[in-house]
């Protein structure tokens, strides 16, 4: 039985990694740390022990010291910040990895350098400055504006961000945030936006899936209208995206290795624009494939102890269009289709034309 230790144990993240490996039909050992007391206590592994924060010194020796005591064969960082810290010193860890390069991840971790290696490719990127004072957040509204994307170049979950037109308004929230020289000002693009997640081994392609988002659940809450919460995710195939996100991967890597998922926002003339890769790690709601067919983070653990996992005849989008994933805090996630989304709402519409029609 290989034993897997997953760091964040306790976010969402890694229990729809977990629930995924369990519905594989293979037999795991789970072995959870998570930084917060709290969040441990919901961690639905076998084994849950606390860990420092890790960017604390006593982090790597603890986490070591799980590693001997638990025997654990296989590491999965899933937050970002461990998996920065962890990834440099992956020669030193007496446990397997799957991650790419650390150049790679340090790439992908800074959207600002991202969009370096994107916009040397000539892939269609928004135009995005580096704001270190006033002087250049006006800049950016002259070239970039009327309307700017603020964000943090580092952070997961829209973290930090703000669209705003209003110049006095985007000083106050750097200097609130106190974020000069750690913000970017990009042009705004589209509310629409879009997934592809993949799996590389060595270089060589092995399946990917593409996935467009709805809304954000809690978007009323963030002044961006992002939260990093997927609420309804749909199921796509889109040959542009597929296309863009291997060129947007090749960009930053030759040889790909590992997980990167690709996000996209749409431009006013319909192109999709590549923002981000996460990188070394699943997005949030990938328990959404397991359920609808394609497992990966299993075909994931089978790579990671050269295993030959189980793939889809069709490598790319092997699901069919149209799956709904629909979630929310608190309820099971429920798989359905974009059609029986509908299908009330067209009801509805019938029903108050019967009733008008009556009252007339």
Request: hydrophobic share 40%; proline share 7%.
């Amino acid at each position: 039985m290989k034993r897997i230790l997953i760091t964040g144990s306790g976010g969402a993240p890694a229990a729809n990694f977990i629930r995924s490996l369990r519905k594989s039909g293979e037999p795991f050992y789970f072995i959870g740390v998570d930084c917060d007391k709290y969040y441990l206590q919901r961690s639905e592994t076998h084994e849950k022990h606390l860990v420092p924060m890790a960017n604390q010194p006593e982090y790597l020796p603890v986490l070591l010291d799980i590693i001997r005591e638990t025997g654990a064969e296989l590491l999965f960082a899933q937050p970002d910040v461990e998996i920065e810290v962890l990834s440099r010193l992956r020669e030193s860890l007496p446990i397997r990895t799957f991650w790419p390069a650390q150049e790679t991840i340090e790439i992908c971790m800074n959207k600002y350098s991202s969009f370096l290696k994107w916009e040397a490719a000539g892939i269609k990127v928004p135009k995005t400055v580096l704001v270190r004072d006033e002087a250049e957040l006006k800049e950016a509204f002259r070239t970039l504006g009327p309307k700017l994307w603020l964000r943090e170049f580092k952070g997961a979950f829209g973290k930090g961000s703000l669209p705003t037109d209003d110049l006095e308004q985007a000083i106050a929230w750097i200097n609130f945030k106190k974020g000069w020289g750690r913000y970017v000002a990009a042009e705004c693009l589209t509310e629409a936006t879009i997934t592809w997640q993949s799996i590389w081994k060595d270089g060589e392609f092995v399946v990917a899936q593409g996935r467009k988002r709805l809304y954000w659940e809690f978007a009323n809450r963030a002044p961006s209208g992002v939260t990093g919460l997927t609420g309804t995710g749909v199921t796509v195939i889109d040959p542009l995206v597929d296309e863009l996100a291997i060129k947007a991967i090749k960009a930053i890597d030759s040889k790909p290795h590992g997980i990167f998922s690709v996000d996209f926002t749409y431009d006013a003339n319909g192109m999709p624009n590549p923002t981000e890769i996460n990188i070394g790690r699943f997005f949030t709601t990938h328990q959404f494939f397991t359920e609808a067919g394609l497992n990966m983070p299993y075909i994931f653990v089978k790579l990671a102890f050269d295993e030959v996992p189980p793939l889809p005849l069709k490598r790319v989008n092997p699901l069919t269009p149209g799956l709904a994933w629909v979630r929310g805090m608190d309820i099971e996630p429920v798989l359905t289709s974009v059609d029986e989304i509908e299908m009330p709402a067209a009801k509805l519409r019938d029903r108050i034309k019967k009733l008008a029609a009556a009252k007339s």
